[in-house]
């Protein structure tokens, strides 16, 4: 309208390419009916006031929470106090989708702590029952060999295999 040329470029967000990379969905039958997608701050590097905590402890709901390293803290308690149970899924994943993508897979009680693992790049964090799936053990033939774990699923079984020759 201004006379600026702008140009629409489809693709994804950082929560669908994460999600993607851990070969889960953010809803699930039965488990997650919805997603919300909330900021880990505001303009003045503080968790929201408006936040929440009822929504956030929704059990029906996955969470996505963008750039939280620095409120992790303070919205984890905002849930755990609105009745999210501690032992609810928890994927912390740093620069998703890219080369260097790196994910921690954990709880909300440990979360705090857990996503320490992570230490550069602008991180996304993922709530909610949907991602149990995420937690299971081992490699799994569903994995995307783009994502860093299906890399790392890959890279242990090429080693696996040299090791028995």
Do not use: F
């Not at 505001?42 to 929470?65: E, I, M, Q």
């Not at 899924?89 to 993508?101: G, Q």
């Not at 009680?109 to 081992?138: F, K, Q, S, W």
């Amino acid at each position: 309208a201004a006379g600026i040329a702008v140009a629409v470029v489809p693709g994804v967000t950082a929560a669908q390419g994460a999600a993607a990379s851990l070969s889960v969905s953010l809803t699930a039958r039965g488990v997650a009916r919805r997603v919300q997608y909330v900021t880990g701050h505001d303009r003045d590097a503080r968790l929201p006031d408006d936040l929440d905590g009822a929504a956030l402890a929704d059990p029906s709901v996955t969470t996505v929470v963008y750039m939280p390293r620095k409120t992790l803290p303070a919205l984890v308690a905002r849930a755990l106090a609105a009745g999210l149970p501690p032992t609810t899924p928890a994927v912390a994943v740093a620069n998703a989708t890219r080369t260097d993508e790196r994910d921690v897979i954990t709880t909300v009680a440990a979360l705090v702590h857990d996503i320490d693992a992570l230490t550069t790049g602008p991180c996304v964090v993922i709530i909610g029952e949907a991602m149990r799936a995420a937690a299971r053990d081992g490699c799994s033939d569903d994995l995307s060999p783009y994502s860093s774990r299906g890399r790392a699923c890959m890279t242990a079984m090429r080693n696996s295999a040299a090791a028995r020759v």
